[in-house]
Structure formats: structure tokens, C-alpha cells
């Protein structure tokens, strides 16, 4: 099958005008100027999607679908720890039944705005055999806690990844996920990390997101030390002046294949770390710009990170904390967060966030987030009112307020 589009962008070559994508089963066979493919594959079918810009879909590399009915339900609280007790309340409230609903929920959001992966952090592993196989590419993080009961071994991550295994048809994958670095423990950190690594599985954590958790690590005081600390959670890696990132690096449970979402509040240490010949150099970085927003986090160190060559990626974050699931606002806001920085941030750079990066991320570099042979066929079709030409074509996507009407996922379109 052939995919004609008046704008082709490949992630890969400059924007192809009047592009053709050839598409063989779910994988893309060629992609280039129609007169070409035209010429080498002119007797398969033709869909033409006329003045569209055609593009890889759009990868959304943090999120939690099992919160997408609780829009507008928490206002912004006095601080991190207290949003952290009033979604416990709501979680409470909520049972096996409404979770299903809200994943499906989430689906149908972030296939209406051109999202055709989800690196998803599951709370509730329970609810998978439930689920229909899922119809966006999903990768299923297994959200692990251990504040209270230090128990986990390697023989129940076992388990929970056997659980994983029998559903290799599912599109997209499985992975682990300790909640953050003041829910894990270092030990679980570097079991998930060991784990990941014999079964060549991504992981990802929660990290640096808030003050109140810098000011845990650092100084062993605020409002999530005492709030843990009432739990029962032993607080004994905490007040030696050191962050998070760097509590963990230092305990050999971090290294530079997580996929580290937030880091928000970080000092210079933090920064050598990632710096080149640090532990975490190239690590990948999710920023979720609107839910930052929301919790009025710490500035993103956007400029420092960019200067230190992290992989950035963009997240939505769960509608718990933001107002949607539209990975296009969160492509605006990091041109604003850039702006602010001084940093020039080209939309290309821009649009790598949520096709390039998060493949590498996931270690599938040509397989997803470009339009090439070898990738899998996951496309989206943009209708483009300014008609954008050569490096302009980048702007114009990133501006998009409108659903996304065409859609190919595995080499199958979805209506
Ligand atoms: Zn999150």
C-alpha cells in the first residue's frame, strides 16, 4: 500500500514535498518523493491524503492511564505532599471497574491527538488480564512501592514480568517502574535496574520532581519527610545534603538506560553527574511542561540539561495533574520554557521530543518515532491550513489545535 501526502516528514531527511510512504505488512518498506516510489512500486494501491503532512505518530513518554477520569478533580494544593494525599483519597474511592473505564478513556484522548505510543506506569498490574490487547502501541511500566515492607525480591519481579511474557502479542511491551525515589528503596531501585538489564527491558522512575522531595533527601525535613516518616518508612538515607539523583547514584541503582522522568529540582552536583564522562550521561530525561505548570514545581533546567546532551523526551503526565492528553500544548510550552531559558530550540529539535527521543529511550532507535524502511508503520496525517513548506513544515505541526483525523498504527489504519 502507498501513502501520498503533499508533505512528508521523516524525523530522518529534510520534509519531502509531495512524499510517498510504501507500507508492507506493519513495517515501512520505502519512503521518499512520490515520482520515485511511484516509479519502483507503481502497482500497489495509492491512498491519497492529498494537502495532509504526513508524519511519524506521536510518542507520549510518560503518563497514567488508570487516572484519566479525574480531570479538574484535584485543584492545585498547597504542596506536592498534599496533591500526593488527596489522589490517595480519590484512588480509594475508585475500583477495578473505573480504572478499566479510565484507561479506555485515555486511550480514545491520545489517539484523537495523533498518539500512537504510550509509555504508560500501571498502579494496578491486576487490572491487565483485563484488559483488551490495547490499541495504541503501550508499553505497561509495573509500578512498584516499598515504603513500609522491604520485601521485594527478584523472584516477584520474576513473577510479575512471567505475567508480561504471555501477552508478547500485545503491541508495544512491559516494563518496571519504582514510583520514585522516596517510595522505592535503593535495594528495589537496583533490583529493578539488575532485572531490566538480564531481560533487556526499559524502566522508569519518578525522580527530583518536587521541593518538598529535594528538601527530604537533603535535609531530612518538610512536609514528605514527616508524611513518610509517619508511615514508617525508615528515613535513614535522607540529611546528608544530597539529592535524590545523587543518593541513588551513589547506592548503584541508577545508571544511564532509565528512562528518569521530572528532574526538576537538581543542584551542580546533579549536574556532574550527567555531564559527560558522568555515570548518567545521555540518560533520558520525560518533561511533562503542563503538569509542572500545575504543581508550580521548580524551573525545569531546561538550558543545563540541553547543554549536558540528555536525551529529551516530552510526558503528559496523568489528567490527575494536567488538562489533557494533546501532546501539541506540551510542544508550545517547551518553546516557551526554551524561550524563557535564552535557549533557541528549533521546532524540529522540538518535534524530536516526542518521536525520536522516546524511541531511543525505549532502545528502538529506526524502528519507531521516523518514517524509514525497517520502521513500523505508525503514521499520522496533519491537515495544514498555512501551507508550510522546507523547515516551516516543523512550526506548523507543532501549532496543530485540531483532532488528528487519519491515523496508522502497525500498518493499520484507525478510524
Ligand atoms: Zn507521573
Redesign the pocket.
Known amino acids: 500500500m502507498l501513502y501520498r501526502a503533499r508533505t512528508l516528514v521523516t524525523m530522518t531527511t529534510p520534509p519531502v514535498t509531495d512524499g510517498a510512504v510504501v507500507v508492507r505488512g506493519d513495517s515501512i518498506a520505502a519512503a521518499c518523493g512520490w515520482k520515485e516510489v511511484r516509479r519502483e512500486f507503481g502497482s500497489e494501491d495509492v491512498v491519497d491524503l492529498g494537502e495532509r503532512i504526513l508524519l511519524p505518530g506521536l510518542i507520549n513518554a510518560?503518563c497514567?492511564l488508570d487516572y484519566s477520569t479525574m480531570r479538574n478533580a484535584i485543584g492545585p494544593q498547597r504542596s506536592f505532599t498534599e496533591w500526593i494525599g488527596r489522589i490517595n483519597a480519590l484512588k480509594r474511592e475508585l475500583d477495578a471497574d473505573d480504572y478499566l473505564k479510565a484507561i479506555a478513556a485515555g486511550f480514545r484522548e491520545a489517539r484523537r491527538w495523533g498518539t500512537t505510543t504510550i509509555l504508560n506506569?500501571e498502579a494496578f498490574p491486576e487490572l491487565l488480564p483485563r484488559l483488551p490487547p490495547p490499541p495504541l502501541r503501550t508499553w505497561w511500566f509495573y509500578e512498584m512501592i516499598d515504603v513500609r515492607q522491604r520485601i521485594v525480591t527478584d523472584e516477584l519481579l520474576a513473577g510479575a514480568l512471567a505475567f508480561f511474557d504471555e501477552r508478547s502479542d500485545w503491541l508495544g511491551g512491559f516494563g518496571l517502574s519504582p514510583h520514585a525515589p522516596y517510595t522505592a528503596s535503593a535495594e528495589l531501585y537496583r533490583l529493578t535496574r539488575d532485572c531490566s538489564r538480564a531481560r533487556g527491558l526499559p524502566w522508569t522512575t519518578?525522580l527530583c520532581e518536587s521541593a518538598d522531595e529535594d528538601e527530604m533527601f537533603r535535609h531530612a525535613r518538610g512536609p514528605l519527610h514527616d508524611f513518610l516518616k509517619k508511615l514508617g518508612r525508615p528515613m535513614d538515607d535522607c540529611g546528608a545534603g544530597r539529592s535524590a539523583l545523587e543518593t541513588l547514584t551513589a547506592a548503584g541503582a541508577l545508571g544511564p538506560e532509565c528512562i528518569a522522568?521530572h528532574l526538576n529540582a537538581l543542584n551542580e552536583a546533579d549536574f556532574a553527574l550527567l555531564a559527560p564522562g558522568g555515570p548518567l550521561h545521555g540518560l533520558s530525561v520525560v518533561h511533562?511542561p503542563l503538569s509542572h505548570f500545575f504543581f508550580g514545581h521548580p524551573e525545569f533546567p531546561l538550558a543545563r540539561l540541553w547543554e549536558l546532551d540528555v536525551n529529551l523526551c516530552l510526558g503528559t503526565?496523568?489528567l490527575a495533574s494536567s488538562p489533557s492528553l494533546d501532546l501539541f500544548p506540551r510542544l508550545r510550552a517547551l518553546a516557551a520554557t526554551a524561550a524563557s531559558a535564552g535557549l533557541a530550540l528549533s521546532a524540529r529539535e522540538r518535534l524530536a521530543t516526542v518521536t525520536l527521543n522516546p524511541a531511543r529511550a525505549l532502545g528502538l532507535t529506526g524502528r519507531l518515532g521516523s518514517i524509514q524502511a525497517g520502521a513500523w508503520a505508525d503514521l499520522i496525517a496533519l491537515s495544514d491550513p498555512g501551507d508550510a513548506a522546507g523547515e516551516a513544515v516543523y512550526e506548523a505541526i507543532c501549532e496543530n489545535r485540531t483532532f488528528v483525523d487519519w491515523m496508522l498504527i502497525s500498518g493499520i489504519p484507525i478510524a
Request: proline content about 0%.
Open positions: 510518560h497514567h506506569i519518578h522522568v511533562c503526565d496523568s
